[in-house]
């Protein structure tokens, strides 16, 4: 039997969720089992609509006589009957439809570019990114501290907040599992490290241009707005792999996030500033070398380079003693 066209149930985004073909009229629409189309919605009515046509030859959509109705998509009151074209569009109770003749045009294909998404989906890529993690950690943990040198507690603390990671990718692998039935836990683990080393590089930068400059506040801007960007981001990428809402609502959940964080990071700063304390405040920054990587010498040789020192001192007082009267 020949296809006639196919009738398609749209999702909130416009997006067809089911295609049922139309192979013969009339077409029986509701949630009962005896219909055509079976419909899991509770405002549909177990039977709802009938798609036939009309004494002149055309298509309609025609409302049984039910509680809720049948509706245009750009109207409010329920219709009785309905016309059909190609591409016509209509709801019953909260089931939003459009049926589409065999000839119905569609949107050209779109260019499929494979290349980033490989990238993220590649173990090696996984592993890699672990690892410089790892090891940034490692590096910022050892150079963070000015005291005796304590691999057992860098390597603690590195491990912390790399596991930290992998929480963190595995609850948005789960939203993905949840939402769209893929895990795509690699893709989530790479974007996670992505942003934490490039925010761990960004702080560390602006802790550099806040010791060369003192007043810059190189350091507060990036704690706060440098934060809620990468942080914006994060969310941004997270979204595009674990559901499939359109780029402008990713774009705008980005957004909120960065702004709350940024809002968030203001308010405690000015409730911090504002606060009373004996102790006083030093906003520089200090930056400690380790002192394998500085110049050394003995202990003889750094005395002998201090007898000239010894003898202007002498000079000085001898001087002081003869000018007094």
């Given amino acids: 039997m020949a296809t006639l066209g196919y009738l398609e149930v749209l999702d909130p985004k416009g997006r067809v969720s089911q295609r049922f073909p139309v192979q013969s009229l009339p077409l029986t629409l509701g949630r009962a089992y005896s219909n055509h189309v079976i419909l899991d919605d509770p405002f549909v009515c177990p039977e709802h609509l009938t798609i036939d046509y009309d004494e002149n030859g055309r298509l309609r959509a025609r409302d049984v ?23 016509s ?40 990114s672990g690892l410089v993690l790892l090891a940034i950690l490692l ?3 050892f150079f963070g501290s000015y005291e005796r040198l304590n691999i057992a507690r860098s390597l603690s603390e590195a491990l912390m907040t790399f596991s930290m990671v992998l929480v963190w990718a595995g609850l948005w692998a789960l939203l993905s599992r949840i939402v769209l039935n893929r895990f795509h836990y690699g893709q989530h683990f790479v974007l996670a490290c992505a942003a934490l080393i490039v925010s761990l590089m960004v702080g560390t930068a602006a ?34 792999l674990a559901s499939s809402i359109w780029l402008r609502s990713r774009f705008w959940a980005g957004l909120a996030v960065s702004a709350a964080v ?21 906003s520089a920054i200090l930056k400690p070398i380790e002192p394998a990587l500085l110049p050394a010498t003995t202990m003889d040789r750094f005395i002998e380079s201090t007898h000239h020192l010894k003898d202007e001192l002498d000079a000085l007082a001898r001087k002081a003693r003869s000018s007094q009267p």
């Fill in 207 to 240: 802790e550099w241009i806040e010791f060369i400059f003192p007043a810059s506040q190189a350091l507060w801007v990036t704690a706060i707005a440098g934060s809620g960007f990468i942080l914006g981001a994060l969310v941004y990428g997270h979204l595009g």
């Fill in 65 to 87: 006589g039910t509680v809720n109705g049948l509706r245009e998509i750009a109207g409010v009151k329920p219709v009785p009957s309905l016309l059909l074209a190609s591409g």
């Fill in 89 to 128: 569009e209509f709801q019953i109770g909260h089931t939003h439809l459009r049926y589409c003749e065999i000839a119905h045009s569609v949107a050209s294909a779109e260019v499929d570019r494979p290349g980033m998404m490989r990238w993220l989906t590649s173990p090696a890529v996984g592993v890699a």
């Fill in 262 to 282: 940024i809002g968030l990071g203001v308010m405690v700063d000015y409730d911090n500033r504002s606060s009373f304390s004996t102790v006083m405040e030093y």
């Fill in 139 to 141: 590096v910022s943990s």
